[in-house]
């Protein structure tokens, strides 16, 4: 099982990246995520939950997002986006990808290595 982030960097205040996040593996092969989101953590911060989207059902930001990062996944590929429009400085962080998936009554965990994202002028 591998967990595959792509598309942080350096961006100036105001400007976008967009980052993306491809689950991987046999058993990717033949379930589908249930949840697929991102969470970030900045220096001297725990880690925090920044957006979740689940099929069939209205995506979750968290406030300080909202309006300006839009979670989208594509089942086919079994991978998750997060567009990230106006950043801030305080976006700066690294962000991980987050992955749970139901098989029958057992629920398990998974994490992608991080990706760096460093909004500065």
């Known amino acids: 099982v591998q967990l595959q982030a792509s598309g942080g960097g350096l961006v100036q205040p105001g400007g976008s990246l967009r980052l993306s996040c491809a689950a991987s593996?046999?058993?990717?092969?033949?379930?589908?995520?249930?949840?697929m989101g991102w969470f970030r953590q900045a220096p001297g911060k725990q880690r925090e939950l920044v957006a979740s989207?689940?099929?069939?059902?209205?995506?979750n930001y968290t406030g300080s997002v909202k309006g300006r990062f839009t979670i989208s996944r594509d089942n086919s590929k079994k991978t998750v986006y997060l567009q990230m429009n106006s950043l801030k400085a305080e976006d700066t962080a690294v962000y991980y990808c987050?992955?749970?998936?139901?098989?029958?009554?057992?629920?398990?965990?998974?994490w992608g290595q991080g990706t760096q994202v460093t909004v500065s002028s």
């Open positions: 989207i689940t099929s069939g059902r209205s995506p």
């Open positions: 593996g046999s058993i990717f092969s033949v379930f589908s995520p249930n949840d």
């Open positions: 987050h992955v749970v998936l139901q098989i029958g009554s057992q629920w398990s965990n998974y």
